[in-house]
């Protein structure tokens, strides 16, 4: 009796599901038909598939949602940053938008230097003099104009009433904002809207944003850089000892440019351009590991992890020393993603045993940048498809909170190199083509990324992590396309890094088989599962065999994928 009442609910629950809805599985995720949007918070995802279904496209959608995490997601969603955008359009057609943020015009390249040349603690991360030029308004109009088709009102009325609503405080926005309380209080004179005891389920509410927010609803563009707002914005910075001013707002512009783009089997990979590292990187990586049979060895198995991490070893140090703003500086890029280059790079390598990093050319510097950052994808009912990564850099920026205006402003300006070949706050080192300059875009490690298969939207992918942002979207095409896994299942797998210097491999805890380890560590591998709680917070879309997409939300943030 009680498998039939089994059956019969389930056949109930089956039933009851309509065609229009996203349904949910245990391992594939959510399911759709028509369009999706995948990003760090249920409140961005919903508001940003409303916009879908209202008959606009992923660029309506991309205005809604990424201001929607500005208010929800204020961790690394954002008014103060910036961040990079890749699309594909039904007709094939790619491109990218850079909306990276820029040093001031006062900006010097030793401006973080003591009288001796040693780099002053905390002065590119936090407080005023960590922030570089916001981008993201710049960002999302520019693609709004270029392609969007719904009004203004109808994307940014319902951000607009989020932010008068407010937000419910989940268990993970609780931990963060009580971590961060000091460093709010270090940073600001006055008391800001997330420095208090904030519980879960409680709702915070952001009047200040709402009216921002209208402004911008107003006067377009020109409401966040020019008049009363840029006025106050510029004033607050330099009431708090920055640099930026009226005229580094007013003078901001987001720019197009060209991705990066390279083959990877039967797979067409489309990824961000400098000022970004994430494509020149991805396509080194790839090409690197790409006459290895990694389905024969296995996922996350002793041969598997070695190539991936050989190769990741040998692209990060060529990334310190190469790469940087295309507008400042000159990156061979053809010439470093060449397979004749590609393959010199990796004739040292040996299963026998770990190539120290030491060995490699360019090996006296290192990199590192801050995880915590956001990325979501969006498709929508036309075929058209983006990936967007967008930051602050740090948890919640510099930590500098413009209570006026009702937002937190990045501490971008720790991603350039302070003192070339001196770590910036996350171990990173940088050479001279990523220094300091006015105006310059600092490099960054985001790596947003669409894949085509057989001349066809294949995924969008992307994810926060800093300088483990390139390695995981690698580690995510990889499941899929050489292990055979579904998006939800590709994303929830464990995952490892290596970016040459430290000198270790970055392992999720308690993921990965032990003898698998052992026998890495024989070779010379050093591991590290300690320092590596989580590898990034991967949100993708894998179209399938039938037409309809796959979502894969990370669980290991509050991830939501809103389908229909």
């Not at 991309?62 to 955008?85: D, I, R």
């Not at 911008?216 to 563009?221: A, N, R, S």
């Not at 393959?343 to 120290?356: C, E, G, H, L, V």
């Not at 939800?488 to 990965?512: G, I, S, Y």
């Amino acid at each position: 009796m009680k498998y039939r009442i089994l059956i019969l609910a389930l056949t109930l629950t089956l039933l009851s599901c309509k065609e229009s809805y996203t349904k949910k599985h245990p391992v594939t995720g959510v399911i759709a038909k028509q369009g999706m949007v995948v990003s760090a918070r249920k409140e961005a995802s919903l508001i940003g598939t409303s916009i879908l279904k209202q008959g606009g496209n992923v660029f309506d959608a991309m205005m809604a949602t990424e201001l929607a995490l500005a208010v929800a997601y204020p961790y690394a969603g954002n008014l103060g940053g910036g961040g990079f955008m890749v699309y594909r359009l039904n007709s094939g057609a790619i491109g990218c938008l850079d909306y990276r943020e820029k040093a001031p015009m006062a900006a010097t390249k030793n401006m973080y230097l003591d009288s001796l040349g040693n780099v002053i603690p905390e002065k590119s991360t936090l407080g005023a003099m960590a922030v570089g030029v916001p981008g993201t308004v710049a960002g999302v109009f520019a693609a709004h104009e270029k392609f969007g088709t719904l009004p203004l009102e109808t994307i940014l009325k319902p951000v607009i009433d989020l932010a008068k609503k407010g937000v419910v405080v989940t268990e993970k926005q609780e931990r963060r904002i009580q971590a961060k309380r000091p460093s709010f209080q270090k940073a600001n004179k006055d008391t800001i809207v997330l420095d208090a005891n904030w519980k879960v389920n409680d709702t915070i509410k952001y009047p200040a944003l709402a009216n921002t927010l209208q402004v911008i609803l107003e006067q377009g563009k020109d409401g966040f850089y020019k008049g009363d707002t840029a006025k106050t914005l510029a004033g607050f910075i330099q009431d708090n000892g920055g640099i930026i001013t009226e005229e580094d707002l007013a003078s901001y512009e987001a720019k197009w440019r060209k991705p990066v783009i390279f083959n990877y089997d039967n797979l067409k990979i489309i990824s961000m351009s400098p000022p970004s590292s994430g494509g020149v990187c991805l396509g080194q990586i790839m090409g690197m590991i790409a006459s290895y049979p990694l389905e024969k060895y296995g996922h996350n198995s002793t041969k598997a992890i070695q190539i991936i991490t050989e190769a990741e070893r040998r692209a990060y140090a060529d990334r310190s020393y190469y790469l940087g703003d295309p507008d400042f500086v000159d990156i061979p890029q053809t010439e470093i993603l060449s397979d004749s280059y590609l393959k010199d790079r990796m004739s040292n390598f040996s299963f026998k045993q770990a190539t120290p990093s030491s060995t490699l050319k360019h090996g006296n510097v290192e990199v590192v940048e801050s995880d915590e950052t956001t990325h979501y994808s969006i498709v929508d009912q036309y075929g058209n498809a983006i990936a967007v990564t967008t930051t602050l850099n740090g948890a919640y920026g510099s930590k500098l909170y413009c209570s006026e205006l009702g937002f937190f402003l990045n501490n971008e300006m720790d991603d350039f190199s302070s003192k070339p070949g001196t770590p910036n706050m996350f171990g990173l080192i940088g050479a001279e083509a990523n220094s300091i300059a006015p105006q310059k875009r600092m490099l960054s490690s985001m790596t947003p990324t669409i894949v085509e298969k057989n001349g066809e939207f294949y995924m969008s992918v992307g994810t926060p992590g800093g300088s483990t942002i390139i390695t995981c979207v690698l580690q995510i095409i990889l499941n899929v396309h050489d292990f055979n896994m579904g998006m939800q299942e590709a994303v929830n797998a464990p995952r490892f890094h290596h970016q040459w210097l430290p000198d270790e491999v970055l392992m999720e805890p308690n993921k990965f088989d032990k003898k698998t380890i052992s026998a890495l560590e024989k070779k010379g591998y050093h591991i590290n599962e300690k320092d590596a709680p989580i590898i990034g917070r991967v949100d993708g879309i894998l179209k399938l065999k039938d037409g309809s997409y796959e979502a894969g939300a990370d669980y290991r943030g509050d991830d939501t994928a809103i389908g229909f």
